[in-house]
């Protein structure tokens, strides 16, 4: 079975995005894992060829040439929209270009891989439970959370990375003793034996800490003029996805933050608003 041109936009799609650059065959591994029914199993060999010689993927006829597909407009949740029937395809693969179900659990593999490499210092019993823990946040944390500025979690995505914290944490805290037998400790008190900002507060600080770094920016640069324009296509039926600047603007509502825009260009100021997270 041949894929479909959203297959195949889905395919040039992961590549190249994330912590870093992805070879043909981890995109389709990755691929093949999100559509585990495709028979038979895809390859992105000959879809990328074709999508660099031709820019495009489309299955046309000899006589007929594709339309240019390279009048992009860059919008607030760092997305592309293409004006073409082909962008507007694939817009509804960009809205959550940068973090989305499959790449958070992408992320989470990772950092098992490396709490797994470190599992012996992690349980060791002759090193202080804060000398594992800047283990953590200097080399496991930052394995997950790398590109957390751009990030726009919904409730379930951070529910999820905050299992994936607690579970490193039991590593490094072990059990608890009661009378003679080991019991599993609570949430509650592995939570208050870290005495630190969860992962998702950490990110959410990132967010607020970079939004000030872009508002200070001059008008006249790129970052900034993706941060302030909005997107020219018309709007869907439907509640729409909420947006990487609306997602810190409800963050700062939250911790009763106003004039954000003015605040943010004092230094100083800004960084106090950012330890309310941290």
Known sequence: MSLSEKDCIEILMKIGYGDRRRSTNEVRELFNQIHPDRTPQSTVCKIIRKYKEHG???NLPKSGRPKLLTEYVYVENFERVCTS????LASEYIKHFYVNNAEIEARMVRGDRCAGAMNELLKAKNISWTARIQLYRTIIRPTVTYGRETWVMNKREA???????????RRIFG?????DHWERRS???????YGEATVTQFVRAQLIR????????EDHQIAKKILVLRSL???KEGRLKTRWLQAVEMDLQEKGIVNWREKAMNREQWRQITKQWA
């Open 175 to 179: 059990g608890r003793k009661v009378n």
């Open 56 to 58: 495009h993927v489309k």
């Open 159 to 169: 529910e999820k990375l905050e299992v994936w914290e607690r579970k490193i944490f």
């Open 233 to 235: 296509v018309n709007k």
């Open 187 to 193: 949430n509650q008190e592995i939570m208050r034996l």
């Open 85 to 88: 029937k082909l962008g507007e």
């Open 210 to 217: 970079w939004l000030g770094h872009m508002q200070r920016r």
